[in-house]
T-cell receptor, first 114, second 110 residues
Framework: EAGVAQSPRYKIIEKRQSVAFWCNPI?????LYWYQQILGQGPKLLIQFQNNGVVDDSQLPKDRFSAERLKGVDSTLKIQPAKLEDSAVYLC????????????FGPGTRLTVL | GESVGLHLPTLSVQEGDNSIINCAYSNSASDYFIWYKQESGKGPQFIID?????DKRQGQRVTVLLNKTVKHLSLQIAATQPGDSAVYFCAERKGNQFYFGTGTSLTVIP
């Protein structure tokens, strides 16, 4: 089966610009996660979707980050405006059910903010 | 946030030897502990999990041990191979949240 797809793979922007990341989870997976992984650290969970609804966004910096999963499949994560400290790899993952222990991760989008 | 930490940031082992990667956690309310492997340029890959009411679980060439008394988790890899070279993360699930540790970089020396 196809894995989790993410695009773009790399993005370089200047601070205060906007950026968007796209994720296509594994077909049939109800739950989608966005993580932020700063260099040298483990992934940090930002937001979780169950189908097209947000179930937890407590770790999402809502003043600048937003995410949506309108049709319960693909998802986009947006940062507006970006700050230097947003430089990280943004990982998308999916699981068959909510709270699924086994999450399947995409390759991530590496964001560099200059 | 929660604290899931690793004892050592790097580990080097000879090919064929066994590897042991350790992890300390601070949250007793977590119901699952999970190990992930992350190769360079890729997303994390699930290896094995263990429920909090278990002490040991075995998979293919891997064993996870959980010591709740000292809040310690370990991943043992038998007969380590060059393909095992990666960063290994322990993670825990508490409620609907997942918390990852910092990671241990494992290098296998041929």
């Amino acid at each position: 089966e196809a894995g989790v797809a993410q695009s773009p793979r790399y993005k370089i922007i200047e601070k205060r610009q906007s950026v968007a990341f796209w994720c296509n989870p594994i077909s049939g997976h109800a739950t989608l996660y966005w993580y932020q992984q700063i260099l040298g650290q483990g992934p940090k969970l930002l937001i979780q979707f169950q189908n097209n609804g947000v179930v937890d966004d407590s770790q999402l910096p809502k003043d600048r980050f937003s995410a949506e999963r309108l049709k319960g499949v693909d998802s986009t994560l947006k940062i507006q405006p970006a700050k230097l400290e947003d430089s990280a790899v943004y990982l998308c993952a999916s699981s068959l059910e909510f709270g699924g222990i086994e999450q399947f991760f995409g390759p991530g989008t590496r964001l560099t903010v200059l | 946030g929660e604290s899931v930490g690793l004892h050592l940031p790097t580990l080097s082992v000879q090919e064929g030897d066994n590897s042991i990667i350790n992890c300390a956690y601070s949250n007793s309310a977590s119901d699952y502990f999970i190990w992930y492997k992350q190769e360079s340029g890729k997303g994390p890959q699930f290896i094995i999990d263990i429920r909090s009411n278990m002490d040991k679980r075995q998979g293919q060439r891997v064993t996870v041990l959980l010591n709740k008394t000292v809040k310690h988790l370990s991943l043992q890899i038998a007969a380590t191979q060059p393909g095992d070279s990666a960063v290994y993360f322990c993670a825990e699930r508490k409620g609907n949240q997942f918390y990852f540790g910092t990671g241990t970089s494992l290098t296998v020396i041929p």
